[in-house]
């Protein structure tokens, strides 16, 4: 009877002593929470899995030989991303200088597509730029010495007002000098010289004192003979 009460004692004690189990354990391992509906929203991994199919289907509407462009479209279109933010990028990739065009304004133009597409360092935009800027001021850019890496867009606009400046100046010689040439072509109407117009003529002028001249004395001598007549 000692050890029955014994071995009860001990049982007793360890029920006690065990910590009581949890309802919500069990057996079979839980879920995580991501696997289940939250508020009625869909869960990590089956936005994965939607995600997955979009990107089969954009991938199955797209081949090898599709344009960059519409592939673009097709990625804003099927995850609903910011059109605004594609455009932007798809307009810096795209971007080219024009020759015709103000070099300091398709500067200000490109390194604002840079910071609306793209977070890029300035490094990185000023190395664009020597890429992309016409060849006379790539030259400039490419005898700067030590790498790229060095390279800011402050050097490149320092550049770019003196390459601008060098231009306006030759603009401005061979318009001075296409003036000059014009001139020389003119030829006097009076005299049949070059360099010259009639009205500018010493010769028409000298002709004309002459003239009017003559027509000064012999007018006073026909008024002289006539007052002598009459008496």
């Known amino acids: 009877m000692a050890r029955r009460g014994t071995r009860a004692g001990r049982s007793r004690c360890s029920s006690a002593s065990a910590p009581s189990a949890s309802p919500t354990c069990s057996s079979k391992t839980r879920r995580p929470a991501t ?3 939250i508020s009625g929203r869909t869960t990590m991994p089956s936005a ?3 995600s997955s199919t979009r990107s089969r289907t954009v991938c199955s509407r797209t081949t090898s030989a599709t344009p960059a462009r519409e592939v673009w479209d097709a990625v804003a279109r099927t995850y609903d991303v910011d059109i605004s933010l594609l455009v932007a990028r798809r307009r810096f990739n ?3 200088f024009d020759e ?3 070099l300091l304004e ?3 133009h490109a390194e604002a597509l840079a910071a609306a597409a793209y977070s890029f360092s300035d490094a990185f935009v000023a190395y664009w730029l ?3 800027v016409p060849e006379d001021l790539a030259i400039v850019l490419r005898a700067c010495p030590g790498p790229y890496s060095d390279l800011r867009t402050s050097f490149v606009w320092r550049a770019a007002r ?3 400046a060098h ?3 030759r603009e401005a010689e061979q318009q001075g000098k296409a003036a000059r040439a014009v001139e020389v072509k003119r030829q006097c109407w009076t005299c049949g010289k070059s360099g010259h117009i009639a009205r500018n003529c010493t010769a028409y002028l000298e002709f004309f004192l002459d003239h009017h001249i003559l027509d000064l004395v012999t007018s006073q001598v026909l008024d002289q003979v006539s007052i002598t007549l009459r008496r």
Request: proline share 0%.
């Open 35 to 37: 696997t289940q509906q």
């Open 48 to 50: 994965v899995a939607t």
């Open 94 to 96: 795209d971007f080219q």
């Open 100 to 102: 015709g065009a103000l």
């Open 106 to 108: 398709q500067i200000a």
């Open 130 to 132: 020597a890429r992309k």
């Open 162 to 164: 003196i390459q601008e």
């Open 167 to 169: 231009r306006l100046r």
